[in-house]
């Protein structure tokens, strides 16, 4: 089949790559893709919202599956733009409708999605500019740490952690009346903070069935020690040693089928994947967000694990017959440490060349693109915050961190910077340092 991907950062070139492999594929297109992707099919300048140049091209390419990695167009409604129109009608697409894409659109409407539905996940209250007052009230009268979270969407970044009460009032201010993340701001949940750790499930669903992937723990803060502000994301790590047999079961019952139960109860016909970022608290999990895509650098992980045929899996969830698909994986362990530039996640410098990224063919680590371009003389240079996710696979965790970590240092630019400790509180939680 014939094979359109929209996006541009690291998932995207996973995707491609994975893609790729299979059989299935007849041709593959990328818009607008990055210097990783090309690798694998043929880049196509249109944005990722530019929602008739896709049209356009899908029809003039006969494409018959388009899968949408980032979120913007699915929260923009690129799904129902497709099935509004006779041209492309017809085209298996993998991602939500403006409808589902909500649950990531809104932070609010996903907060309320749980609550109606039963999911487990933090306390909470929404405010407005016209509540302010009420929201400072609220948050002097909640236990610390306190959880400020932008309703809209914020690149990943509109989630801060207030160890204070002063400081949470700041920026709920900040955000509220200042709008410190623009119009995803002009809501804010202020939130229950929850302790344990961390992980990220995935799942495919077709508006029927849902096939649950490999989970993931993801690093977000930019320093070691879990330090400074929030990124897009440092780093991840698959499998997840205490997401045990037990756990996922809960998971699958407490929380992916009350999901797929409310959206259907809602009349949300959601083909596409969910990531659910989950915390588990004393074995118990409980949502912390949806995200209506694969998670970034999350898929980097997990995607390699997936032994199965990947596109089958995609056609499964584009028309509905993920009851069909055999979920096959790996034995090995996966872990990404992700190259950023210097100064990310706040300004940075764009247009630095990039040495090193020809394959001394003695590693198995997998690079992935994420802000890359090639420029008139051949070379690849940086054109984003983050910029390479560095894949790493071993037998142990040890194995897998130091196949990453062998090749992230062996590529370079001005500027480079990267975390030193992924997976190292996985190997403690494991009794070994």
């Known amino acids: 089949m014939n094979i359109l991907l929209i996006g541009s950062g690291g998932r995207e070139n996973t995707f491609a790559w994975k893609i790729a492999q299979s059989p299935l594929c007849k041709k593959l297109y990328i818009a607008p893709g990055n210097a990783g992707t090309s690798a694998f099919g043929e880049n196509i300048a249109i944005n990722v919202t530019d929602f008739a140049g896709m049209q356009d091209f899908c029809v003039s390419h006969r494409i018959d599956l388009l899968v949408v990695g980032p979120e913007e167009p699915l929260v923009k409604g690129l799904r129902d733009r497709f099935q509004e129109d006779d041209r492309t009608r017809h085209i298996g697409i993998v991602g939500p409708g403006s409808d589902g894409a909500e649950l990531e659109g809104s932070k609010d409407f996903s907060k309320k999605f749980m609550k109606k539905y039963g999911v487990p996940t933090a306390g909470y209250e929404t405010f407005t500019k016209e509540t302010a007052s009420e929201g400072i009230s609220y948050i002097h009268k909640q236990p610390l740490p306190i959880v400020l979270k932008a309703d809209g969407l914020a690149a990943g970044k509109g989630v801060l952690i207030c160890p204070s009460h002063e400081e949470a009032e700041r920026e709920f201010k900040a955000m509220l009346l200042d709008e410190k993340f623009g119009a995803a701001s002009r809501k804010v949940v202020i939130e229950e903070f929850l302790t344990g750790i961390e992980l990220s499930v995935f799942v495919a669903l077709d508006g029927s069935d849902f096939v649950i992937l490999p989970e993931a723990k993801d690093y977000k803060r930019i320093g070691d020690g879990d330090s400074g502000p929030n ?185 480079v910077n990267f975390r030193k400790d992924i997976g190292q509180d996985i190997l403690h939680w494991n009794g070994n340092d």
């Open 231 to 415: 990124t897009g994301g440092m780093g991840a790590v698959s499998p997840v040693p205490f997401a045990d047999e037990a756990f996922m079961a809960k998971v699958s019952q407490r929380i992916v089928e009350p999901t797929l139960s409310g959206l259907k109860q809602e009349g949300i016909d959601y083909k596409g994947f969910i990531f659910i970022g989950l915390m588990n608290q004393d074995g118990e999990p409980f949502v912390i967000e949806y995200n209506v895509r694969m998670g970034d650098p999350e898929t980097q992980a997990v995607l390699p694990r997936i032994k199965s045929d990947f596109v089958a899996l995609l056609h499964g969830i584009a028309n509905q017959e993920l009851k069909n698909y055999s979920l096959e994986l790996e034995d090995f362990i996966t872990t990404t440490v992700v190259m950023v530039a210097g100064g990310y996640p706040g300004s940075y410098e764009k247009d630095k060349e990039i040495t090193g990224l020809e394959p001394d063919g003695k590693n198995n680590a997998l690079v992935f693109h994420a802000g890359t371009a090639v420029i008139e003389s051949g070379a690849v240079v940086t054109q984003g915050g983050r910029v390479l996710g560095i894949t790493g696979k071993g037998a142990t965790l040890e194995e897998a961190l130091d196949s990453a970590y062998t090749r992230v240092r062996q590529i370079s630019w001005e500027g």
